[in-house]
C-alpha cells in the first residue's frame, strides 16, 4: 500500500525544478524524461517506503538512476507519510549521506 502522504522540502522543490530545467535546456522533452524518472522513483519509495537504504539516522536514498540523481527522504511511519529533504545528483558532496 502506498504511503497517504509526500511532502517535499521547498528546497526539494527547488532542487527538482533547477534538474529539470537543466535537462530541458540540454535536449528539448528530457527535463519531462527527468520528471517521469523521478515520479516512477517515488511512487517504487511510496510503495515500499522502508526498502532503501538508510544514509544517516533515519533518513533513507532513492535513486534515479538513469539520472544519477538521488532523493533523501524520511519514512514517518506512525503517519504513514514520506518527507523528501532533497533531490540532488549524486556527484554532489552533501551532507545527508
Do not use: C, W
Not at 1 to 10: D, G, L, P, R, V
Not at 21 to 32: F, N, P, S, T
Not at 70 to 94: M, Q
Amino acid at each position: 500500500m502506498a504511503a497517504k502522504q509526500i511532502i517535499y522540502s521547498t528546497e526539494a522543490i527547488q532542487e527538482l525544478q533547477d534538474a529539470y530545467v537543466y535537462y530541458e535546456d540540454r535536449k528539448a522533452g528530457l527535463g519531462v524524461k527527468f520528471l517521469r524518472a523521478f515520479d516512477d522513483e517515488v511512487q517504487s519509495i511510496a510503495n515500499h517506503p522502508e526498502s532503501r537504504q538508510i544514509v544517516k539516522d533515519d533518513l533513507r536514498k532513492g535513486v534515479i538512476r538513469k539520472f544519477g540523481y538521488v532523493l533523501i527522504y524520511e519514512y514517518i511511519k506512525k503517519v504513514d507519510s514520506i518527507y523528501i529533504f532533497a533531490i540532488i545528483h549524486a556527484s554532489r558532496n552533501t551532507e545527508y549521506y
